[in-house]
């Protein structure tokens, strides 16, 4: 273990030694203490190094490559919103060039969240020129909101956008009514010096996993896989400050890198954060999804919980369960209250089928308890 790992272990579940003790597993054991526990690595559970942000055990501090790319990150994060968005036109300038000369097919993925939003705005000529094109993952489980957005936009490029939908019949429902609620993250992954090393399916084909992995298998990543074939590359909207997990790779493969699968991966907005996503719609003037507008304290994209904290709006999968500790349900009873009641229903009948220990009415109570957090230990023991 690295001699100036930096944790503050008072702000974990568990004691200093248990996590030490942790630290010394296989990454089976791992997993199996971790599923023992009701924790996660994807909601922050395990301890992680203050300054490097991996997790203690895997303390980066004292790699030089490392700190070198974290060096490159805090300058790019540093600069001022209008050298970030110079950067980003810079991108969108030189790899449309690029697809032009070669005649790459590349791929824009938009979802109508305020990510994608942005790339497509970046993008919006040679969208509409035909030189890029867009694609849709339609899960047929998004809000009113979202749909919307889709049509309004595909209107305002004067393109139709590429849609990428699951098998006739294959809906959230029917999927947790076969593989039960998709409650874990179907990742489950530990980051390994500095890379992502994803534990195999076959290691951790638990029931619960499993709901998760075949979930966005049949809605989101069967589609789009088809729809992906052929093409040179993609532009995504991914950004280094939206999860530790990003911000490591990113920081690894920079803005816009050629993969070893002879693929172009463009991330236009790598280093912005969600307050220069906003200004730039603000400088722009462009339309967005509705559902960042469905606020109670004046802030787009934020909503005030009753426990005194707050909600960021997404957008996605309006009956995902991985998301529900956040406050999603909270704000989703406001201002959907259809969806609210169906997603009620889809759990009640899902557990009662399944047997999974999830009492509905337990998360409800969310809204009672003053600590968020506690809801995943609660109600996903
Ligand atoms: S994000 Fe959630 S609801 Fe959507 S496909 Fe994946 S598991 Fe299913
Ligand atoms: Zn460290």
């Known amino acids: 273990m ?96 690029l697809i032009k000369d070669n005649n790459l097919k590349i791929v824009l993925a938009y979802s109508g969240g305020i990510d994608s939003e942005c790339c497509l705005q970046l993008f919006k000529e040679p969208i509409s020129q035909g030189v890029i094109k867009v694609i849709v993952g339609n899960t047929t489980s998004e809000l009113p909101d979202t749909y919307k957005r889709w049509r309004e936009a595909e209107q305002e490029l004067g393109v139709k956008f590429m849609y990428g939908l699951p098998e006739r019949g294959t809906t959230f429902e ?3 009514n076969i593989f039960g609620l998709p ?16 534990i195999k399916r076959e290691e951790s084909s638990s029931q619960s996993r499993r709901s998760t992995i075949m979930c966005c298998f049949n809605l989101k990543d069967k589609p789009q896989k088809l729809l992906l074939k052929g093409y040179d590359g993609d532009i995504l909207g991914l950004k280094a400050t939206e999860s530790r997990g990003r911000s490591i790779s990113l920081k690894k493969t920079g803005d816009c ?28 003037g462009f339309k967005y999804n509705g559902i960042y507008d469905k606020t109670n304290c004046g802030t787009k ?28 349900l909270e704000w989703l009873k406001e201002y959907y209250p259809t969806y609210f009641n169906k997603l009620v229903n889809i759990y009640n009948n899902v557990s009662a089928k399944h047997n999974d220990g999830i009492d509905f009415n337990k998360v409800l109570e969310i809204k009672k308890v003053k600590n968020p957090s506690l809801f995943s230990s609660s109600v996903f023991s």
Not at 183 to 198: D, I, L, P, W
Not at 257 to 284: C, G, L
Not at 310 to 328: E, T
């Open 2 to 97: 690295c001699c100036i790992l930096r944790v503050d272990w008072s702000k974990y579940p568990l004691t200093q030694q248990i996590w030490e003790e942790f630290g010394r597993m296989s990454l089976r054991e791992r997993r199996v203490f971790l599923k023992e526990h009701s924790l996660q690595y994807t909601q922050g559970h395990v301890p992680q190094c203050e300054d490097c942000l991996h997790v203690f055990f895997n303390c980066q501090c004292n790699n030089q490559e490392f700190q070198e790319r974290k060096k490159l990150w805090l300058k790019e994060l540093s600069k001022s919103f209008e050298e970030k968005l110079r950067h980003s036109e810079d991108i969108v300038r030189e790899k449309t060039q």
């Open 174 to 176: 029917s999927n947790a």
């Open 183 to 198: 409650v874990y993250s179907r990742n489950a992954c530990v980051v390994m010096a500095g890379e992502k090393k994803h």
């Open 301 to 328: 994209g934020k909503y005030k919980l009753s426990t005194g904290g707050y909600y960021k709006i997404r957008s996605g999968c309006a009956y995902c369960p991985q998301g529900i500790h956040n406050g999603y």
């Open 257 to 284: 890198f050629f993969s070893n699968d002879m693929k172009w991966h463009i991330r236009p907005i790598a280093w912005w954060t969600i307050d220069d996503e906003w200004e730039f719609q603000k400088e722009k």
